[in-house]
């Protein structure tokens, strides 16, 4: 379609790489992206309503967002704030001020990839100025940024840990929980390098993070896990030596702390692989001395890498894993994945999740199904209980 020519007082450029349908664990075929928004002009604007159409048949809605979806501060997690300020703060107004900045975290679901257009159109509904004279702000209503769907093929690798009872933290798709809304300025642009990330940690059979000293790294059930290779690879980065962290403290969270956090360090003890095809592996947060592998090393599926822990800008054990298309924690764009085979065992409420401690207390499989489902070629969506048998 051809979309006329049009003065837009708010303007809206996609961040990253077009985005890579995926399949979750609901069945259904993901799509997550970030759109950064900005007002040109000198006068306020305002974002009420966004809409991705069809490109090719405009009045065809694949998902709108208004209202509370948009900015709501009573809402901790969950369909709502998707417009930030940046790089990705709560804001409580759809105002937009002269020469200021916003992103909108889009997300949305197709039951099969038939149903999905093969690109996709913004509409902008709220109020701006009119004109390049400016004036006062009046009612606006425009399409603009086609987004086109990657033609990559999803990555399909195996699992990064063994066992049962574990939780997809921090996981895609809603902005509500990290890394969705990880949105950073780095090398000059807009960046999400984690978009698709998840913070792998483990419970016991009760349901429980840790059993006896909170306090203690080794009383938390992950730590000192087998950290394993997705696929065949090569090693092209890591970072060791970083000392353990003291269960219940997130550095950044601490001034003196978060004054020795740099963009190098900020994982902690770290590996990355490149898998080939522009597809990088990154695992986060390793203990210290546990890397079995150096830079150049070519590794198999499986293969141990090293050992889970509690580094860099973490609170807890936990794996922090992503895929990204380049070797830099930073640089690159998140790429979304599917894993080969698991057991789907639930969800884990994310009620029970925000309102835990810092030392993740409690029990979280109240959600756990009475038995597992076999699964092939999916994406655990946020809090997912998994086994990797």
Known sequence: MSVPDTFTALTLTAIGNPPLPFRGTDGKYHVAYDLHLMNATQVPASLDT????DAADPAKIVASFSGTALIDPTCAFGDCNRLRDLPAGYIDSA?????????????????????????????????????????APGPID????????????VPVIAPPVRGENWIALNGCCEPGFPHRSSLMSVNGKLNNSQRFA??????????????????SNESYVDYGTDILAVADGTVV??????????????????????????VENVDGNHVVLDLGDGVYAMYAHMISGSLTVKVGDTVVEGQVLGHLGNTGNANASHLHFQL??????????SLPYE???????GQVSPQSIADA????????????????????????LNLAIIDFR
């Open 50 to 53: 966004i809409e991705v159409v």
């Open 95 to 135: 105002t937009v001020p002269p020469q200021e900045s916003r992103v909108v975290f889009i997300d949305f679901a197709f039951d099969s990839l038939d149903r999905a257009p093969a690109a996709l159109l913004h509409r902008i509904v709220g109020t701006g100025a009119l004109s390049p004279a400016f004036g």
């Open 142 to 153: 425009y399409l603009t940024t086609p987004v086109a769907f990657s033609s990559q093929a």
């Open 198 to 215: 998840i913070d792998w940690k483990r419970t016991d059979d009760k349901g429980q993070f840790y059993s006896g000293d909170k306090t």
């Open 237 to 262: 980065s890591i970072l060791d030596g970083m000392p353990a962290n003291a269960p219940g403290v997130l550095p950044a969270h601490d001034p003196e702390l978060a004054a020795k956090l740099t």
């Open 324 to 333: 990204m298309d380049g070797p830099s924690l930073v640089e690159a764009d």
């Open 339 to 345: 894993l080969k085979s698991f057991d789907y065992d």
């Open 357 to 380: 401690d810092d030392y993740l207390s409690g029990t979280f499989l109240a959600g756990k199904l009475p038995k597992p489902d076999a699964r092939t070629t999916q994406l655990p």
